[in-house]
């Protein structure tokens, strides 16, 4: 059983009296106590009225092709199997906003936001407001997400598991998996070069090495599940990771900020999405000559939807699956940063190879404050998207973002709040 004890915060920067407050209460007419009015379907909807075209299909001009079709000849044989690569398939094709299949959208929105002077660009480079370089970089920036994640449904074979049928099917997904995944990464790197930038470039390539770099942060179990790491000491913290003002070229973070609770979950969701999506938008201001505040900006503002979205997965992910979630979820990890003691119960599961128990977790983690936390930690991140959304004048797209941070922040304070 699972104990803790209720007291003060290990750190300031976990406790309620140290999160940021909303700096204004409406933004551009949105009021925030309406947020929970708006509906994902609508919010989406109303952005691609806004960019031109709908582009929740960006994924299908890539998909639909020679070398797919002939994918999808051999994907059927794994029809009736647990593939993962399945699920992932369903969710590619009808757009799943837990998979943040809205990466696209969301650079697009951002490139018509911050607009372009005309005097620089022929009438046949942009269409309803958007270069036509900039709609190819979201294509590239989201299909580059969408190989990665299919790639991450290669299942790890255990050596006991290898003979039969079912090994078999697992050993024949797996190749699929891996042609598939490849052919989507290979094909974003020639569209990539036919942009024909090579800052963009160096941009992007290096948002695709975070993301696997993401893949290797901190410890995983033998099914190569990412594991939490043991919390350390606040004496033992030297410094709290600043992604914003850090030079994204280079590595992100490091290894130093494992176990610092916070620190650790946003450096590990930075490498996993916040990056590939923050450069993207990065790039859409470089394809323009915005200029590098606003590229910067751009970047922050990328980084922070990244933020809350991962926060909102994850909240999610708590309390729908309170038998099986991610243990380097947001909820987790705070709880465990404020309660240390509960990491020996998890550090004993995997010393004796057994499963967590993840019903007592549940139900020790919301006895402590991390709901708190995160709610805090919420209205933190949506108050940095709704500041830095300002600093794009124009006015229709810049409005749709904010709408899409409404929605996601109403959702996941409404799973807090049951």
């Known amino acids: 059983m699972f104990l803790v004890n209720r007291g003060l915060c290990r750190t300031c920067n976990m406790h309620k009296c140290c999160s940021a407050t909303l700096e204004y209460s409406r933004w551009s007419g949105l009021e925030l106590g309406h947020r929970q009015d708006l509906d994902w379907r609508d919010v989406v909807s109303e952005a691609e009225q806004i960019v031109g075209y709908p582009t929740s299909f960006l994924n299908l001009r890539w998909l639909f092709n020679d070398e797919i079709a002939n994918t999808a000849i051999h994907l059927r044989k794994l029809v009736g199997t647990n593939r993962p690569l399945l699920k992932s398939a369903k969710n590619l094709l009808i757009g799943a906003k837990s998979n943040l299949q809205s990466v696209g959208l969301i650079i697009v929105l951002l490139s018509k936001a911050a607009g372009f002077n005309h005097l620089e660009f022929t009438r046949d480079q942009y269409e309803s407001g958007v270069l036509h370089s900039q709609r190819a970089l979201a294509e590239i920036v989201e299909m580059k997400r969408t190989g990665h994640m299919i790639h991450k449904t290669m299942v790890n074979l255990q050596a006991e598991e290898r003979h039969g049928d079912i090994y078999n099917d697992l050993l024949y997904g797996n190749k699929i998996v891996l042609l ?138 708590f309390f729908t699956h309170p038998n099986c979630y991610s243990l380097v979820g947001a909820p987790v990890t705070f709880a465990l940063w404020e309660y240390p003691t509960i990491y020996g119960h998890i550090l004993e599961a995997k010393l004796e190879e057994k499963s967590v128990d993840y019903k007592q977790l549940y139900y020790t983690v919301r006895g402590t404050r991390s709901m708190d936390y995160l709610a805090d930690f919420l209205d933190d991140e949506l108050a940095a998207v709704l500041k830095y959304s300002e600093r794009f004048p124009v006015t229709d797209a810049r409005l749709a973002l904010q709408k899409m941070a409404l929605t996601i922040h109403g959702e996941a304070v409404e799973y807090i709040e049951k």
């Open 180 to 317: 598939t995944g490849d052919y989507l990464l290979a094909t974003c790197l020639h569209q990539l070069g036919g942009l024909r930038n090579n800052q963009v470039t160096e941009l992007i390539s290096t948002g695709l090495r975070d993301l696997e770099e993401g893949e290797f942060f901190g410890e995983h179990d033998k099914e190569n599940n990412p594991w939490p790491t043991q919390p350390k000491g606040s004496n033992e913290i030297k410094c709290h990771y600043d992604w914003e003002n850090e030079d994204n070229l280079l590595k992100l973070g490091s290894n130093e900020f494992l176990g610092q609770g916070k620190d650790e979950w946003i450096l590990r969701t930075m490498l996993t999405s916040g990056s590939i999506l923050g450069k993207g938008c990065q790039g859409a201001m470089k394809l323009a000559n915005r200029g590098e505040q606003l590229e910067r900006d751009a970047y922050t503002l990328g980084g922070h939807l990244a933020l809350m979205w991962q926060l909102h997965l994850d909240i999610k992910d």
